[in-house]
């Protein structure tokens, strides 16, 4: 079994910065997909940004140019870079890795973009 543990979440003020990390307890291979999703108060659990097999990566549109998404794999960690913050960037942060055949889930960690 694999555990995620998502880490540097907070309270930042409309413009800052904040970078999350996703640390897994073991290496995981092979990987066939890692991603942040996030879950805002009574919405759905969407994509933020995803590093696919073969290391190209994929954003949603509402995060284009603000964030960008990394892994190291001597760490077993991936990250998610986040500037630029908006109101709307509150949520609930969840990093995703998928193997084969398993689908590993961390706990989330809470972004709250406040003046």
């Known amino acids: 079994q694999v555990q995620l543990v998502e880490s540097g979440g907070g309270l930042v003020q409309p413009g800052g910065s904040l970078r999350l990390s996703c640390a897994a307890s073991?290496?995981?291979?092979?990987?066939?997909?890692m991603g942040w999703y996030r879950q805002a108060p009574g919405k759905e659990r969407e994509l933020v940004a995803a590093?696919?097999?073969?290391?190209?990566?994929n954003y949603a549109d509402s995060v284009k140019g603000r964030f960008t998404v990394s892994r190291d794999n001597a760490k077993n960690t991936m990250y998610l870079q986040m500037n630029s913050l908006k109101p709307e960037d509150t949520a609930v942060y969840y990093c995703?890795?998928?193997?084969?055949?398993?689908?590993?889930w961390g706990q989330g960690t809470q972004v709250t973009v406040s003046s």
């Open positions: 995703n890795v998928l193997t084969d055949p398993y689908d590993y």
């Open positions: 073991r290496r995981v291979f092979p990987i066939k997909y």
């Open positions: 590093i696919i097999s073969g290391g190209s990566t």
